[in-house]
């Protein structure tokens, strides 16, 4: 889907979840959070979701790429299987796990209390990103 739509195009709702998008004329879309069909929001649906709906929300495309990379580091060979197994949290899934454990080491990183090795230039080899805790 484009950024923005084409001066042809109508607003248009998902009939099983209710996202929003549009629709380009004759175009036939499906919803990609929960695969329902979209069709063209009907008068009064346009005008409600234009003056009482949120604005499109945007998330940087850096910041869940940053957490993905300081994830896969600190959890490489295994230690964040270890971790968890050693602390063996109660009703706590391991995803859960990584993800909370993950913002402590974020923290620790803009708090200089652990140290990240990062090489200069992307590489395939592994052992030139290191976290240092």
Same mark, same amino acid.
Request: glycine share 8%; aromatic share 10%.
């Given at each position: 889907? @484009?950024?923005?739509?084409?001066?042809?195009?109508?607003?248009? $709702?998902? %009939?099983?979840?209710?996202?929003?998008?549009?629709?380009?004329?004759?175009?036939? +879309?499906?919803? @990609?959070?929960?695969?329902?069909?979209? /069709? *063209?929001?009907? #008068? #009064?649906?346009?005008?409600?979701?234009?003056?009482? @709906? &949120? &604005?499109?929300?945007?998330?940087?495309?850096?910041? !869940? +790429?940053?957490?993905?990379?300081?994830?896969?580091? =600190?959890?490489?060979?295994? /230690?964040? +299987?270890?971790?968890?197994?050693? #602390? @063996?949290?109660?009703?706590?899934?391991?995803?859960?796990?990584?993800? /909370?454990?993950?913002?402590?080491?974020?923290?620790?990183?803009?708090?200089? =209390? $652990? *140290?990240? %090795? #990062? !090489?200069?230039?992307?590489?395939? %080899? %592994?052992?030139?990103? /290191?976290? +240092?805790?």
């Amino acid at each position: 889907m @484009a950024t923005s739509p084409s001066p042809g195009a109508r607003r248009a $709702i998902c %009939d099983r979840c209710g996202a929003r998008g549009w629709l380009e004329p004759g175009e036939l +879309r499906v919803c @990609a959070e929960c695969g329902g069909p979209y /069709r *063209q929001m009907a #008068l #009064l649906e346009g005008i409600v979701d234009r003056w009482f @709906a &949120p &604005p499109a929300q945007h998330v940087s495309e850096f910041y !869940p +790429r940053h957490l993905k990379l300081i994830e896969l580091m =600190w959890t490489a060979e295994g /230690r964040g +299987r270890e971790t968890y197994e050693a #602390l @063996a949290p109660e009703k706590v899934s391991y995803t859960q796990f990584v993800t /909370r454990a993950t913002q402590v080491v974020v923290r620790g990183l803009a708090e200089g =209390w $652990i *140290q990240l %090795d #990062l !090489p200069v230039a992307p590489t395939a %080899d %592994d052992s030139q990103y /290191r976290v +240092r805790f």
